[in-house]
């Protein structure tokens, strides 16, 4: 999942043109917003907090960081515990008896772990163990354990967000053209997966006298924003190659504020473990896009 409510910050609600008297106004509206993205970002449980991304293997999986085990952590006891994923997905883990492991914080030595998926809007099982945790996603079927810690290098050396000046023309009033019924968006992963998206509907706008599409998909039912995975000709140059994201508010009166300056990097910009999607090709914008996050400087690609 890729549920990065944690990037949401409000939209930017009027007309699409800024006046010059609002243009100080918007210019700390977007700073707020950047402000924010970036405490996210760097909060103790962030993306930038991750360290290892592990998947399961039908079985028995050992688990800790010394080298004899199936999936060795980079933080942690030698040896934590056993998972043992079933072949009905259920992954059920039984800690050592030394570990000093806390499933949901408590002491507790077995539980079967509820992954992201199932666990929805609530909190999936963490096992906690010092300073890191880890708790179970699934992809496509797929079972791995996303592994945290709050010391982890990438959160103790972030350098930073780099973005293009805040150009209020990037601020765009879109038109809204309702979707058909049914209308879905299949949009790839860094992992290989392949998922459907709802479409809401799609949105034209123009720039430089050019007519442009963009859609946007309903990351899960009863979502208030909709989201737009897009790349542009700026990407893989100035900006993250994959793809970009933004959040977009619902039409008003066949409108939409589509705001470039909240165009941000995905977590895998900045981390080897996370699962994020790929622009669609109907999102790739044959335009540059010079609004929003550019490339992360301590990139790990």
């Known amino acids: 999942m890729i549920r990065t409510s944690l990037f949401i910050a409000a939209a930017i609600l009027g007309v699409a043109t800024v006046h010059a008297t609002d243009t100080d ?9 950047h402000a924010g993205r970036v405490e996210r970002l760097t ?12 998947w399961l ?10 080298a004899d ?3 060795v952590l980079k933080a942690g006891p030698a040896h934590l515990g056993v998972a043992n994923l079933a072949g009905n997905g259920d992954v059920h883990l039984v800690l050592a008896n030394d570990s000093g492991a806390l499933i949901d914080g408590k002491p507790v030595n077995e539980a079967t772990l509820i992954d992201d998926v199932k666990a929805g809007d609530a909190t999936p099982t963490t096992v906690s163990f010092g ?9 496509d079927g797929r079972k791995g354990l996303r592994v945290k810690d709050s010391e982890a290098p990438g959160r103790k050396h972030f350098l930073g967000i780099d973005s293009f000046p805040i150009d209020a023309s990037w601020r765009i009033e879109a038109t809204w053209v309702p979707a058909e019924p049914g209308e879905t968006l299949e949009m790839g992963s860094v992992i290989g997966t392949i998922d459907k998206y709802p479409v809401p509907g799609k949105l034209e706008f123009t720039r430089d006298g050019k007519h442009f599409e963009i859609l946007p ?4 039912p009863g979502d208030k924003q909709y989201f737009i ?22 039409p008003k009166d066949g409108k939409v504020v589509l705001d470039f300056n909240k165009a941000y ?12 999607p790929l622009a669609p090709p109907e999102n790739r914008l044959d335009l540059r896009v010079t609004a929003g996050e550019k490339s992360y400087r301590g990139s790990h690609q």
């Not at 907090?49 to 592990?54: A, C, Q, R, T, V």
């Not at 300073?131 to 992809?139: K, M, P």
């Open 57 to 66: 293997k039908d079985g028995a999986n050992r688990i800790g960081s010394a």
């Open 69 to 71: 085990n199936d999936i």
């Open 265 to 276: 990097n995905p977590p895998c910009a900045f981390t080897p473990f996370a699962t994020c």
């Open 25 to 33: 106004n918007y210019k700390q509206s977007i700073e707020q917003w």
């Open 131 to 139: 300073t890191a945790s880890f708790y179970v996603i699934n992809r």
């Open 217 to 220: 998909v309903i990351e899960e």
């Open 43 to 54: 909060a103790p449980n962030g993306w930038l907090s991750l360290i290892g991304l592990e």
């Open 229 to 250: 995975v897009f790349a542009d000709r700026t990407s893989g140059k100035e900006t993250y190659g994959a793809a970009r994201f933004i959040y977009i508010d619902p």
